[in-house]
């Protein structure tokens, strides 16, 4: 696995270690944008499973949405480059995301507030109205 | 014009279809309903006529062949019937049975009888239905019934004429029973259409037999085929006679020949005109046209040849002989009717065809007259039908009176009305025939008939149209009372008011003759009640709507035989068959199969071969059989039938011509005595007939009571099939009905063990599982809903990853494998 690693960081070739460094840093490949997607949707999820503060929650669900952008921006980047004149898809599907990620927090902040008044928390543990 | 004739039938069925089924709705008036009557019908008269017109003696090409609507292409493929075997399934033949109408002799003067004496009758109707609640359910009836009449004698197959056959039973039936709020109508109707049903039985053997045997319906292919048949003398029994059996035996049905003819004279309890249409003029010469059509088969069994005779001469004399003593108008019509029937067979089973047509078409002139003129006499005498309650009509009702002389002078048989010429005719025929042995009997038979003919219509004349006015007088005592009482127990009377309204009598309108009605009631109850006198009602003439057709069916009735001079009067006329195409035997011709030169005869053709039965006593009466046998005539095909009356006489008087007319002398001989004795009994010594029914007690109880058939076929089938009923009724509501309600007890049993066996032990050990599973796997299921939010989100990620993990196992298994 570490060699598997190794191969995406470090790509091994005609041209120099340090100079496919510089090329990757300038012009990341797709694979580059799919790990850091993934690694944000992690931390998003762990944090959604794991906080307590339903205001970390939602803070955790928009690092999810983010990866799902980074995931759509990267592959509308990567299909154009492959010269699909559609991939602008990707970026509008991005634009949608936001959008709605922002209608979402607007209720989803109404929400936490409705419920601090009739149950004066905001720790999840301490909710559960989903019973029953 | 001939293409159009498919609208004759079919413009009858129209009116019969808009009356029938808006004349209620809408309330069409008599006059809306009568006009569409009469008007569809009167129609198809004219393209009848038009049609047999440039058919006959327009220069038609085909004129002696059929000519069929599908040669214009006015037919449809009817029954796609596919292969039939026949020859006894050596072959097969494929069976498409098309609708279509033929147009040839035959049906043509059948076409010209339906539509123009029904036109005379439809319009005699409009008169004499005037006021009655279901007038137009009346029309509708008759409508269907000439469409039903007309596809039976146009109808070009068997399958059609069967239709046909039905369609007009079934308006019969209907019409009979037009008073249906009445037992007897209602009765009458059902016996009618039952004793039909033995005759159609026959009739669809025949039909099948005639499907097997040549493979065919169609007219023209079937006697093309049976052309070439040997013809089955007496003791040889064939194919083709068991086909005339069958045939024959649905002619009595129809045509009330002697074991069937117990429906028509209760028929009589239908309208008048129904009578008149359907009961004399047209239906019941159906078995007629069908035996006419079927000659060739008929001439191919001399056996049967000869039960057609015999049992048209036995239905005759016997017919005859009970419309002596009958005392109701109609039914003294209606076994005139029988008996007329039974000398058109007499003319068939002789081989004269042509003349048993003929005296169909004369017949269906006077009868329908004497119908409707004894309809005229009921409707003038409000309600009356008994003949003892009638007489000295003539001053009060001359038009009906003057028609009606005519159609009784042409029934006696009196020169030269036209029931003269036909009857003369089919007795000449009889007592000259070589088709079949005992032609002497029928002779004489038919000699006998025609004299009780004669009397029994003058008895009619008399006790109607003549002597005192009795109906002005107190009903005598004695029998006539007597027979009238039991003319109220068989319900011909009714005793209470309302049934007296609801006979077989026009009601008027309201206001017009509403007095004499009620007066006739108050007669009925007063009679009956004390014998008290009472007040009488004046007859009256009927109005032009029933007279006008009185007059032309009068003058039909006069001059219509003229279309049929024998051949007796050459010397006045200058040849055997005057008129060319107008004579009704020459006309014919083309239809009739010639056993001789085993071809249709042709139209015009010469005497020898155009009429078998004149060729006959033209040769040598001397030396029979062996002689003839090389002239080809008749006798040399049918062998020796044994003593022949004409040919006795013609030994003696060794002329043809002097023979002919001796028969015809006779004849007119023998209408004249029955005439004088008629007068003599009912004119000149009324007190006669009295006397002389005492004296002849058992023969006038016999002919009085119409010798007891009803009761014979009451006692051995209608009661025996009541008796069989009842016994299949015994069985099946005891045994099937036993077997049936103790298999139900025992499945009621047997559910209820089964339901207690579910309720107690399937319901139960259902029960048990399910509370043990719910009590045991409860608290997990309860445990998985802690209601915390992160819980379900993490079962939602663990459900995730395993899905990609599953999702893309071998790519993970690749990766990780290396």
């Keep these: 696995m570490l060699t598997y690693l190794g191969a995406i960081f470090l790509q091994q070739g005609d041209t120099t270690r340090f ?40 803070m955790s669900i928009e690092l999810i949405l983010n990866a799902a952008n980074l995931n759509f921006i990267a592959f509308s980047r990567y299909l154009s480059a492959m010269g699909n004149v559609n991939a602008v898809a990707g970026q509008i599907f991005a634009v949608f995301v936001i959008v709605v990620a922002a209608a979402e927090a607007a209720i989803g902040l109404g929400i936490v507030i409705a419920l601090y008044r009739n149950k004066e928390t905001i720790w999840v543990d301490e909710i559960d109205l989903l019973k029953w | 014009m001939q293409k159009y004739i498919w609208l004759v039938p079919l413009l009858p069925l129209i009116g019969a279809a808009i009356n029938g089924l808006l004349g209620r709705k809408l309330r069409f008036s008599e006059r809306l309903i009568g006009g569409i009557a009469v008007g569809s019908v009167a129609l198809a008269f004219l393209i009848s006529v038009a049609a047999v017109y440039s058919y006959g003696f327009g220069g038609h090409p085909e004129w002696p062949k059929p000519y069929l609507t599908s040669q214009d292409g006015f037919s449809f493929n009817w029954i796609p019937g596919g292969a039939v075997s026949v020859n006894h399934g050596a072959q097969y033949a494929l069976l498409n ?16 009888i339906v539509t123009g004496v029904g036109l005379c009758i439809f319009v005699f109707a409009t008169g004499y239905m005037h006021g009655e609640t279901g007038f137009y359910r009346f029309f509708a009836y008759m409508g269907l019934f000439m469409f039903a009449m007309l596809v039976l004698v146009m109808g070009s197959n068997f399958l059609m004429m069967f239709v046909g056959w039905e369609g007009v039973g079934l308006c019969s039936y209907l019409l009979i029973g037009y008073y249906f709020d009445r ?72 045509s009330a020949q002697l074991p069937l003819h117990v429906w028509l004279p209760d028929a009589m309890a239908g309208p008048t005109p129904v009578s008149a249409l359907i009961h004399a003029a047209t239906m019941v010469t159906a078995g007629l046209y069908m035996v006419t059509r079927t000659n060739v088969i008929f001439q191919h069994s001399q056996t049967m040849l000869l039960v057609v005779a015999l049992v048209g001469a036995a239905t005759a004399i016997f017919a005859a002989t009970i419309g002596i003593t009958q005392n109701d108008i109609k039914k003294v019509l209606a076994y005139s009717t029988v008996s007329q029937l039974g000398f058109m067979f007499m003319a068939c089973g002789v081989g004269a065809f042509a003349i048993g047509i003929f005296h169909v078409m004369t017949h269906a002139f006077f009868k329908a007259l004497m119908f409707l003129g004894a309809g005229s006499v009921i409707h003038g005498m409000h309600h009356e039908q008994d003949m003892r309650r009638m007489g000295g009509l003539k001053k009060y009702m001359p038009y009906t009176y003057w028609t009606f002389m005519a159609g009784w002078l042409a029934i006696c048989g009196v020169i030269p009305f036209s ?8 007795l000449w025929n009889a007592a000259s025939t070589t088709h079949i042995p005992l032609g002497w009997v029928v002779w004489l038979v038919g000699t006998i008939a025609a004299t009780c003919t004669a009397f029994y219509m003058t008895r009619l004349m008399a006790m109607t149209f003549w002597g005192r006015e009795r109906f002005l007088e107190a009903p005598a005592g004695g029998e006539a009372d007597e027979a009238h009482a039991s003319a109220y127990d068989k ?65 039909l009735a006069t001059l219509g035989g003229l279309v049929g001079i024998g051949p007796a009067f050459r010397t006045l006329t200058g040849t055997e068959h005057p008129g060319g195409h107008l004579n009704i035997v020459t006309w014919l011709n083309p239809i009739i199969w010639n056993p001789v030169t085993r071809e249709f005869n042709t139209p015009e053709g010469g005497h020898e071969a155009a009429a078998p039965i004149e060729t006959t006593h033209a040769a040598p009466p001397v030396a029979e059989g062996a002689a003839e046998a090389g002239h080809g005539s008749v006798a040399a095909v049918y062998g020796d039938t044994g003593f022949n009356l004409a040919h006795a006489v013609e030994g003696s008087t060794h002329s043809e011509l002097a023979t002919e007319w001796i028969f015809i002398i006779i004849s007119l001989v023998v209408a004249g005595i029955g005439m004088l004795l008629g007068g003599l009994f009912y004119v000149w010594r009324p007190a006669l007939a009295g006397v002389w029914s005492q004296r002849l007690r058992p023969l006038y109880v016999a002919s009085y009571n119409k010798y007891w058939v009803d009761e014979f076929y009451g006692l051995t089938v209608t009661r025996r099939t009541m008796d069989l009923a009842r016994a299949v009724f015994s069985f099946d509501s005891r045994l099937v ?19 207690g066996f579910d309720k107690y032990f399937v319901d139960g050990l259902v029960n048990t599982v399910a509370a043990f599973i719910m009590r045991l796997m409860s608290p997990l299921f309860r445990a998985a809903q802690t209601g915390f939010t992160q819980n379900y989100a993490l079962v939602m990620v663990l459900g995730l990853m395993v899905a990609v993990a599953v999702f893309f196992a071998r790519d993970i298994l690749a990766v990780f494998g290396r």
Excluded at chain 2, 492 to 498: F, K, N
């Design chain 1, 19 to 58: 100079d496919l460094m510089k090329q990757a840093a300038v012009n990341p490949d797709l694979s580059k944008f799919l790990v850091i997607g993934a690694l944000l949707f992690i931390i998003g999820v762990a944090g959604v499973l794991t906080r307590r503060n339903i205001i970390v929650i939602f």
């Design chain 2, 97 to 112: 049975i098309e609708w279509s109408y033929q147009l040839d002799p035959l049906s043509s003067i059948f076409m010209l």
């Design chain 2, 183 to 254: 037992q007897e109508a209602a009765n009458a109707s059902r016996k009618a259409f039952i004793t039909n049903r033995v005759g159609d039985f026959g009739f669809a053997l025949a039909i099948f037999g005639i499907i097997a045997t040549f493979g065919s319906a169609q007219y023209v292919n079937v006697f093309e085929q049976a052309k070439s048949y040997p013809i089955e003398l007496i003791g040889h029994w064939g194919v083709l006679s068991w086909i005339a059996l069958g045939l024959f035996i649905g002619a009595c049905g129809k």
């Design chain 2, 419 to 426: 029931g003269f010429w036909s009857k003369d005719e089919i």
């Design chain 2, 491 to 555: 319900g011909l009377a009714p005793h209470d008011a309302t049934f007296a309204s609801a006979g077989d009598r026009p009601r008027h309108e309201p206001g017009e003759h509403v007095g004499p009605v009620h007066e006739n009631v108050a007669h009925h109850v007063a009679t009956h009640g004390h014998g008290e006198h009472h007040g009488a009602h004046i007859p009256h003439e009927s109005p032009p709507s029933m007279w006008v057709p009185l007059a032309v069916l009068a003058v």
């Design chain 2, 737 to 755: 009905d036993g077997i049936v309600n103790g298999l139900a007890w025992l499945s009621r049993l047997f559910s209820r063990i089964v339901g």
